[in-house]
């Protein structure tokens, strides 16, 4: 117990050696967790507890694609389109990730501009990736009602295997939720951001103490999760 004591001269307690040292580390709070505030913690948690979710979703899609005796469509012939008379494979799926990982830019420099403490760009940025957030779900919209007019349903489709319809569903659907979820929290936290509610500390819901923008940082960790996703999606599901 004497090591862990803080000696009279203002020396840092001694540490423990091996995996109780690691582990008194951690736990202690002191410097793992010190400097992370609970707002950023508790997303991380959340976006952990995530990847488990959208783990299952795509361990469960190749399980069913990998053991389906019956054909699997081809996603390129599926997800194609006919434009000007040609047949192009994934064109909107390639669209829709384009607009997705430009966002992320965007929100990047939010975040920037948030701690630079400047109100007008950071909600400007916000409301621009609030904007390729809402196109990327309008167009997977278009993508749903193209599919379910061809045939596609959660127990089978007109192309092959029948599992494709409720992984398909599944995954994009989940993914989707996230997406307008985000958008809508994008719009509210820039909403506040513009007024200057995080320069006079205005009472109110995801308002932080005055001239503090880390709700900013807070969304775009989220913003950067869903984009992280959908490229396994767009690698797993489209391309393979």
């Given at each position: ?185 994008l719009i509210a936290i820039a909403r506040k951001v513009l007024r200057g509610d995080f320069d006079v500390e205005r009472r109110g819901f995801f308002t932080s103490r005055k001239g503090y923008y880390e709700i900013v940082e807070i969304t775009g960790l989220y ?18």
């Amino acid at each position: 117990m004497a090591e862990t004591v803080l000696t009279h001269s203002g020396q840092s307690p001694a540490r423990l050696e091996g995996w109780r040292g690691i582990a008194a580390d951690w736990a202690s709070d002191q410097r793992a967790f010190k400097n992370v505030s609970w707002g950023k913690a508790m997303m991380w948690i959340f976006l952990l507890s995530d990847t488990f979710i959208f783990s299952c979703f795509l361990l469960s899609y190749m399980t069913a694609r990998m053991s389906t005796t019956v054909p699997w469509p081809n996603p390129s012939e599926v997800f194609a389109l006919n434009i000007g008379g040609n047949h192009i494979p994934l064109i909107l799926i390639a669209i829709m990730t384009f607009i997705l990982i430009s966002s992320s830019g965007t929100m990047a420099m939010a975040v920037n501009f948030g701690y630079r403490r400047d109100r007008v760009k950071t909600a400007a940025l916000m409301l621009a990736t609030a904007a390729f957030g809402a196109t990327f779900v309008g167009m997977q919209a278009f993508e749903w009602t193209k599919l379910i007019m061809e045939g596609v349903r959660p127990w089978g489709n007109p192309w092959g295997a029948a599992q494709f319809g409720s992984n398909f569903f599944m995954i994009t659907g989940f993914h989707g939720t996230h997406v307008t979820i985000g958008v809508i929290f994008l719009i509210a936290i820039a909403r506040k951001v513009l007024r200057g509610d995080f320069d006079v500390e205005r009472r109110g819901f995801f308002t932080s103490r005055k001239g503090y923008y880390e709700i900013v940082e807070i969304t775009g960790l989220y913003w950067h999760f869903v984009d992280l996703v959908w490229v396994f999606i767009f690698a797993f599901f489209y391309l393979w």
